[in-house]
């Protein structure tokens, strides 16, 4: 029997602030009038189900589904409460983590849920292509939550960070929690 963690998926209750782990991968947020809007692209199938089914049992959110170029785009409804969110993490037209953001258990998940993979003794953490200004501060708060990553460019199938080691694998288990009844088996970190 394993023990709860007082920073996993599980540890409080849900919150908007929680889908910001979108954002520490490849989500965006834009802003409109007084609203803003968090999304993100996802290539399999077996995402969108989870990332929308989630959005609606832990948030009471419909998801807001449509096509894109690489996959397709799993979105929230453009709400008034997400708009503090998309102003701290944005400076100008780049994304940014806001000074002192740090990753829990349920921001850590909803990064798995949307950009995570499994493979031979690691675990691999999607970032934004185009994100390089949130890398440093991402993996940062990677390392404050217990989980040290390796950050790898697009040369090594980043840009991403690489979990490594059954320590840091058993951490990221006990934040993130149980996977998902659809997800893939190296959708989820292997011990």
Same mark, same amino acid.
């Given at each position: @029997? +394993?023990? %709860? +963690?007082?920073f996993g998926a599980t540890a409080r209750q849900p919150a908007l602030t929680d889908l910001e782990g979108l954002l520490a991968g490849n989500g965006q947020v834009v802003r409109r009038d007084a609203? !803003?809007?968090?999304s993100v692209v996802v290539e399999a199938e077996?995402?969108?189900s989870v990332l929308t089914d989630e959005m609606? !049992? @832990?948030l009471g959110l419909t998801a807001e589904i449509g096509p894109a170029e690489a996959g397709t785009t799993v979105g929230t409804p453009w709400l008034a409460q997400l708009r503090p969110i998309a102003d701290g993490w944005t400076l100008g037209a780049v994304k940014c983590p806001p000074p002192g953001w740090s990753l829990d258990g349920p921001r850590l998940r909803w990064w798995a849920l949307a950009a995570g993979r499994s493979s031979a003794g690691m675990y691999t953490l !999607?970032? /934004?292509a +185009?994100?390089?200004?949130a890398w440093l501060a991402v993996g940062s708060a990677l390392s404050m939550a217990g989980v040290p990553g390796v950050l790898v460019g697009p040369r090594a199938d980043g840009p991403a960070y690489r979990i490594v080691g059954r320590r840091r694998l058993g951490? %990221?288990?006990e934040?993130? /929690?149980d996977p998902p009844d659809r997800a893939p088996d190296d959708a989820w970190p292997q011990l």
């Open positions: @029997m +394993s023990q %709860l +963690s007082l609203t !803003a809007r968090i077996w995402r969108v609606r !049992a @832990m !999607a970032l /934004g +185009s994100d390089e200004h951490r %990221l288990l934040l993130i /929690g």
